[in-house]
């Protein structure tokens, strides 16, 4: 059994999220609230990838993994969390995080799902090969083996 996540087959941008903006194939550009486009050198302090194996962890809509490949990429691997509980963020306490936990997480954990729904077709639409795992950032497991370039967002 792989630890790798299966596709899924979305279809329907109403599903998705994008937290990058991505130009996709037959759908045009997606607006997200970043914009990389032309920067991934400047992102990742002008470290090569090609040729080399890539671990893009917090990979929200894709981008970072999906450029990595097109900059030639041997491997990439797409990291995120399994579960919205995993996320931590500073305890402000006007935020829906502190004052009201479980709604937090079902209303959050909704928009995640949307992020990963878009990370999905533009996996698809970008034709991808890149694996995606989603995990405990503090837990990685052994099998995803060693990657000679880490990006964390």
């Keep these: 059994m792989s630890i790798f996540a299966a596709p899924r087959h979305v279809e ?35 470290v090569e990838v090609k040729g080399k194996s890539v671990l893009d962890i917090g990979a929200a809509t894709g981008f970072l993994s999906f450029e990595a490949e097109r900059l030639g990429a041997s491997r990439v691997v797409s990291f995120d969390m399994s579960d919205v509980r995993q996320q931590a963020f500073l305890p402000f306490k006007d935020k829906l995080y502190s004052r009201d936990r479980e709604r937090f997480v ?12 878009a990370y999905w077709l533009c ?19 052994g099998e995803l083996g060693e990657f000679d370039v880490a990006i964390v967002g």
Excluded at 26 to 41: C, I
Excluded at 129 to 138: R, S
């Design 12 to 46: 329907n941008l109403a599903d998705c999220y994008f937290y990058h903006t991505m130009e996709l194939p037959g759908l045009g550009v997606q607006h997200g609230h970043w914009d990389l486009r032309g920067r991934f050198a400047d992102y990742v302090g002008g």
């Design 106 to 117: 079902q209303e959050y954990g909704a928009e995640i799902e949307r992020w990963k729904n």
């Design 123 to 141: 996996h698809r639409l970008l034709k991808s090969n890149a694996q995606v795992f989603y995990g405990n950032v503090y837990d990685l497991p």
